[in-house]
T-cell receptor
């Protein structure tokens, strides 16, 4: 059964550094999302992406964040200058109908 | 105001002891009510989507039901491998998911 994959599984970075989180959605899916989950807290919506552009973004998704689909298969989330509070699990999801299928996540640790 | 509220926060059951998890949600702009299972350090695993009051869906020992303001996840004769956090989420008018805090289920043998 097709799955959403994410790399890396764990990323450690220093405050102020740029990170790129990668996702390979399920093929033929057209809508993609990024969510994050700070340890012990709810899963939170960050951004939705359709037809190579952002459909909606949350208040969390400020100018430090960007998304793109560079090659028709990968879907990336970039954080330009990481902060301590960006430490979280980041999940990519791709959509069939209205059902969102999540990847295994990338654990981002900012030191 | 929280759009999705789950109870209880944690639930301990003996193997075989059936129970229900509750999810209450705001109705305005609802585009589906979703249940996910999440194991520690993993991504949410899709279980069910419900769209209209009265709808029910089943998968193995799990059954999800929907009323106008609540959804229930019934677990019948649970096994230790059912231990996980169960997340409820509402799809909003733009189809993004708004999650609750989850119910941590522990099933003891």
């Amino acid at each position: 059964e097709p799955e959403v994959t994410q790399t890396p599984s764990h990323q450690v970075t220093q405050m102020g550094q740029e990170v790129i989180l990668r996702c390979v959605p399920i093929s033929n899916h057209l809508y993609f999302y990024w969510y994050r989950q700070i340890l012990g807290q709810k899963v939170e919506f960050l951004v939705s992406f359709y037809n190579n552009e952002i459909s909606e973004k949350s208040e969390i998704f400020d100018d430090q964040f960007s998304v793109e689909r560079p090659d028709g298969s990968n879907f990336t989330l970039k954080i330009r200058s990481t902060k301590l509070e960006d430490s979280a699990m980041y999940f990519c999801a791709s959509v069939r109908g209205y059902e969102q299928y999540f990847g295994p996540g990338t654990r981002l640790t900012v030191t | 105001e929280d759009q999705v509220t789950q109870s209880p926060e944690a639930l301990r059951l003996q193997e075989g002891e059936s129970s229900s998890l509750n999810c209450s949600y705001t109705v305005s702009g609802l585009r589906g009510l979703f249940w996910y299972r999440q194991d520690p350090g993993k991504g949410p695993e899709f279980l069910f989507t419900l769209y209209s009051a009265g709808e029910e869906k089943e998968k193995e020992r799990l059954k999800a039901t929907l009323t106008k303001k609540e959804s229930f996840l019934h677990i019948t004769a649970p096994k230790p491998e059912d231990s996980a956090t169960y997340l409820c989420a509402r799809g909003d008018s733009s189809y993004k998911l708004i999650f609750g805090s989850g119910t941590r289920l522990l099933v003891r043998p």
